[in-house]
């Protein structure tokens, strides 16, 4: 399947996914620039190692996902329902648990729209 027969679900999932990941690179980034003012320097290294490693790890799968690996598909869903429960757990602030909930929405339909279903099941065959 070339990049042109790609159903236009799964570039929206794709996208969806590089913008959870380049929020959490830039989370990881900012506990970085944050480290001199840190009162445990080992929380803080910890805390951007490990929004890095998930940008790396979203990002990954998200490359997946657009090369029609459909193992990916699993990870990502994960990482959705974790957004989700993220944005609920934010309800106070509309402005960050919408922007939340509205990108984890926007993947989880992509990824389980019929077209996406059965470009990955094709590429699994």
Do not use: Y
């Amino acid at each position: 399947m070339t990049a042109q027969q790609r159903p236009w679900t799964l570039l929206l999932t794709v996208i969806a996914a590089g913008v959870e990941a380049a929020a959490m690179l830039l989370w990881g980034a900012l506990e970085f620039v944050r480290i001199p003012d840190a009162a445990s320097l080992t929380t803080a290294v910890a805390g951007g190692m490990f929004f890095l490693l998930c940008a790396a790890g979203i990002g990954w799968c998200a490359f997946m996902i657009w090369r029609l690996e459909s193992w990916s598909r699993a990870p990502l869903v994960l990482v959705q329902l974790i957004v989700l429960g993220l944005a609920w757990n934010l309800r106070e602030d509309l402005a960050i648990s919408g922007g939340l909930a509205l990108v984890a929405l926007v993947a989880l339909v992509g990824i389980f729209a019929p077209p996406s279903i059965a470009a990955l099941e094709e590429r699994q065959s």
